[in-house]
Structures are given as C-alpha cells and as structure tokens.
C-alpha cells in the first residue's frame, strides 16, 4: 500500500468509527452546550462584557473539546488492544500519523462549527462580516492544536496517568497558538480588517508549519514499541 | 525610596537555600550509592 | 574536571556577590531592591542555557542513542527548572516593592512562566514512564518541541503584552542600562552559568551510578 493510501485508510476507519459509534462527539456536544449554559448565566445580562469576552470563551471552548478529541485518539487502539498492530505496521509509520490528524481535523471541525452556531444564535452575534477572516484564523488555530495534539497523543497513550499528563504537555506548548487565535479573533470580530492581524496569521502559519514537520519527522521514534 | 533590604535578603536567601539544598541531596545520593556499590564487593573478595 | 567547575563556580558566585553589594551603585528609582536583578537575569538567561542544552542534547540522542547524551538532557532539565523556578521567584520578590504587586502578566514573566511549566512537564513525562529507553526516546522528542516553541512563545507574548521595559539585553537595540550596571550583571551571569554545567555535570554523573546500580 502506498504512503497516502495508508495514511487514508487510517483516516477513514477512524472516522467510520466515529460516525458509528458518536461517543467522542456526544461527548463534545454535550460540553459545548454546558459551556454555553454556564457562560449566559455568568454573562448573559451583560452585552458589553460578554462582546468583550466572547473570543476567550470561544476559544476557551474549542481548546477544551479539542483536548477532548486529540486525549481519544488513541483510545481505540488501546482498549481494543490494537497498539501492537499499530506498532507492527511496515514502512513509515508517519503515514499512520497523518491518517490519526486528518481525522482529528474532521472531528475538531465538526464540533467547532456546532460551538460557533450556537453561540451565534443564543448570543445574536453578527459574524458576517468577520466570517471570511475567522474562517482562516480558526483553521489555522486548528491545525496547530491537533497537528501537536496527535503527537501528544501517541506520547502519553501508554504511560502512567496519562489523563492528566496529556493536557499538561499539551497546553503551555499550545499558548502561542492560543494567543495569536483569541487575539486575531477579538480584532476580527470588532470589525477589523484581516490585514489588521496579520502578524498573527503569520505566526499561526509558522507554527503550523513547525509543527506538522517535527511531528511527521518524530511519530516513528514514538511509536517504535 | 525606602530600602527593603528584607526583599533583597528574601530573593538572595531563597536562591541561596534552594541551590545548597540540591547540591546536598547530589552530594548524600552519590555518597550512598558508592556505599551501596563498595559493600556487595567487599564481600564477594570474603567469599574467595 | 567536575570538581575543578565545582570550586570554579564557588569562586565566581562569590566574585558576583561582591559585585552587586559592592561595586554595582545604587539604583536611582528603584533603591536596593534593584540588586535583586544580580540574581534574577543570570538566572533566567542560565535556563536558557540549560534548555538549549537539553534540545540539542535530544537531537543528539535521537540521532546516536547514546544515553550520555540522554543523562545531559536529563540533567540539564532539572537544573534549568530548577533556575527558571527561581528566576520566576526572585522576579515575583522584586516585583513586590517596585510595581506593588507579586505578579503581573507582562511579556517577560508570562515567557518565563510558560517555560516553567512547560518544562516541569518535561521531568513529569520522564517520571511517568518506567522503562529508561522509552522514556530517553519520548523525552527527547518533547524537548525538542518546547525548544522550537520557545521562539513562538517569546514572540506571541511579546506582541500581546508590552507593559515591562522592553529587555534591554534581548532587544534588537542593544544595552541601553549603564555601564556600571552592566560589569556586575555580565560577572554574576557567568558565575550562574558556570553553576549550570557544575551542577549538570554532576547530576548527570549520578544518573549514570544509579543506572549502573540497577544493572
């Protein structure tokens, strides 16, 4: 099989599994409308301080399912006793890497989009204008969680309290992203231009860049048994 | 300006404890350890 | 040899100390407390040191396996947290009497706390992980990442915040404090760095006992 042929073909079955089995999803859902909740009890009153935090809680509720998706990546195999196979498997094993990311990428998609209409229709926010722009910031911001994510990931699958660990690596890692995307999305959303944050952009670009080379150049190393 | 010598001796104080406490513990582990690897040897030179 | 960098550092410490009580003046604004700074940045700029050491000393495992080149990075990560924790306190106490406050998120202590963690992080992943080989492997992979996220995180939080004076020594500009300010600073951070490779040389010398031990 080839090399993208593998990737691929991890890419769909985890999917597939997803899609038959919703659990990390109803999981991600379920979040999504508590952070919701809480959030218009705390704010709801208060147009002005809930406009001038909504980018936090946004973000803040995008970084927290996306911790949720990228802790379960490898979940599968390890409870089902799969991880040998994945360390058995021939050639490079990166190819498995990409697969695990693409379907990350999907989940993590999915459940943004869910986050953002809601937030859109219980807080009435006008994105329309700021929507072209925040598209690319929220993709960008995306793929730096989950490129390093699925790298975590397969680091901590099989060590001692691997629950707690995960978010601890993952999150002080991730703080460049997460600044540049909360930022960018404030700017945005108060009607700036997207030129306004390019600088932002362009560090969420490098890190992307950054880290989607060293997970790809390292995932072998991790996963070598 | 006051002085606030007592931050000053708090800052040094605190570097000073925390460094001569690790260098202590380093010092007492390798002492151990070359206990630990001196006994076993004296004793199997008994056996022969 | 580590004996020598052992007595060494001892020498220059002391050197540093006289320094900043007795040659360095007394700050204009700030009074004593500034002499905190004698301490505080060669700290902080000896972490770096140490975390530079510890990336390119996982890359050098990574490439050979050698686990020398793993008890360097080990021992490296421990000092250097051990020195950017107390960077972070000696910046806390002399942050206190001077902006009135023991914390503040401006672009150098948001840096430096990110760094905290992220590499205490570091030793918690070494110290979840029980076989050795396994956890040189994982280790080096991770210190390779935070040392390509420390420019990434130097720059975001830079641009976020700029409340701080602007580090006069990692600006492009150059050292704008004084000269009489500057001997002091330069001698107490070569006696930190010279602490560093002492106390690392002698951490990553019992590393090896105590795997040798267990063999």
């Not at chain 1, 803040?60 to 006793?81: I, K, N, P, Y």
Request: aromatic share 10%.
């Amino acid at each position: 099989m080839t090399y993208a042929r593998r990737a691929l073909a991890v890419a769909r079955k985890d999917v597939a599994v997803e899609r038959r089995s919703k659990e990390t999803l109803n999981a991600l859902v379920f979040f999504s409308l508590l952070l919701l909740f809480v959030f218009q009890i705390t704010l709801g009153a208060d147009r002005d301080r809930l406009a001038a935090v909504l980018p936090g809680v946004l973000w803040l509720g995008f970084v927290l399912s996306a911790l949720l998706a990228l802790g379960r990546t490898f979940l599968v195999e390890r409870e089902h006793d799969c991880w040998e196979g994945l360390l058995l498997a021939p050639g490079d094993k990166s190819a498995i890497y990409l697969g695990k990311l693409a379907s990350n990428l999907v989940l993590m998609t999915v459940v943004e989009a869910l986050v953002l209409g809601l937030f859109v229709i219980f807080f009435d926010i006008d994105i329309r204008r700021a929507l072209p722009g925040l598209f690319i910031v929220v993709a960008l911001g995306t793929f730096g969680l989950a490129t390093v994510g699925t790298l975590f990931a397969a680091m901590t699958a099989n060590v001692r309290a691997r629950e707690v660990l995960f978010p601890v690596l993952l999150l002080p890692v991730q703080v460049p992203v997460l600044l540049a995307t909360v930022k960018a999305t404030e700017a945005l959303l108060l009607g700036e231009p997207l030129g306004a944050v390019a600088h932002w952009l362009k560090l969420l670009a490098a890190a992307d860049v950054i880290y989607l080379v060293v997970s790809v150049l390292t995932f072998d190393v991790i996963l070598e048994g | 300006m006051p002085d606030n010598w007592s931050f000053v001796a708090a800052a040094y104080g605190v570097t000073a404890i925390v460094l001569i406490t690790y260098w202590w513990r380093l010092v007492r582990r390798e002492r151990e350890l070359d206990a630990l690897r001196n006994r076993p040897e004296r004793r199997t030179s008994r056996q022969s | 040899m580590i004996r020598t960098l052992g007595w060494l550092s001892v020498v220059a410490l002391v050197a540093g100390l006289v320094m900043s009580f007795g040659v360095a003046p007394r700050e204009v604004t700030q009074g004593t407390v500034q002499r905190i700074m004698y301490v505080h940045v060669p700290l902080v700029i000896s972490s770096y040191v140490a975390f530079i050491v510890l990336a390119v000393a996982s890359f050098v495992y990574l490439l050979r396996r050698d686990p020398r080149a793993d008890r360097v990075a080990h021992a490296s990560g421990e000092i250097g947290v051990m020195f950017i924790g107390l960077g972070i306190a000696t910046g806390s106490i002399w942050g206190k009497p001077t902006w009135g406050t023991w914390w503040t998120w401006d672009a150098r202590l948001t840096s430096v706390a990110i760094l905290f963690v992220m590499y205490v992080g570091y030793l918690l992943l070494r110290g979840s992980i029980d076989d050795p080989e396994r956890a040189a492997r994982f280790a080096a992979v991770l210190g390779i990442v935070a040392a390509l996220d420390i420019p990434l995180v130097h720059f975001s939080v830079y641009w976020w915040r700029t409340l701080h004076q602007p580090p006069s020594l990692m600006k492009p500009g150059g050292f704008t404090g004084s000269t009489a300010i500057l001997w002091p600073l330069l001698v107490n951070l070569v006696a930190f760095v010279i602490l560093y490779a002492y106390l690392t040389a002698r951490r990553a010398r019992l590393l090896r006992a105590e795997a040798e031990a267990v063999a």
